[in-house]
């Protein structure tokens, strides 16, 4: 049963912009925080942004006030608004949640900039 289901990565001009979502079951987004985190081959997982559930936020040095995460309550949706894109960006995206017995990661989008 899949739990949590991304979409919106792609191929962008470094400058540009791109939005992920990451659709997750009512049961797990509902009073949880929830992370994007990004990797490259030969790295290790690293977490980009995350928004507790009453929508703090929370991000990595390299993205601050380039990329914004927010969530839709209703739509049980989480976002990462992604503005200024650099070459270094580039990199496979994956939305996660955790909890109490459970740990889900979404299946990972591909984001490529091009310089």
């Known amino acids: 049963q899949v739990q949590l289901v991304e979409s919106g990565g792609g191929l962008v001009q470094a400058g540009g912009s791109l939005r992920l979502s990451c659709a997750a079951s009512?049961?797990?987004?509902?009073?949880?925080?929830m992370r994007w985190y990004r990797q490259t081959p030969g790295k290790q997982r690293e977490l980009v942004a995350l928004?507790?559930?009453?929508?703090?936020?929370n991000y990595a040095d390299s993205v601050k006030g380039r990329f914004t995460i927010s969530r839709d309550n209703a739509k049980n949706t989480v976002y990462l608004q992604m503005n200024t894109l650099k070459p270094e960006d580039t990199a496979v995206y994956y939305c996660n949640v955790y909890g109490s017995g459970y740990d889900y990661w979404g299946q990972g989008t591909q984001v490529t900039v091009s310089s």
């Open positions: 928004i507790s559930s009453g929508g703090s936020t």
């Open positions: 009512r049961r797990i987004f509902s009073g949880n925080a």
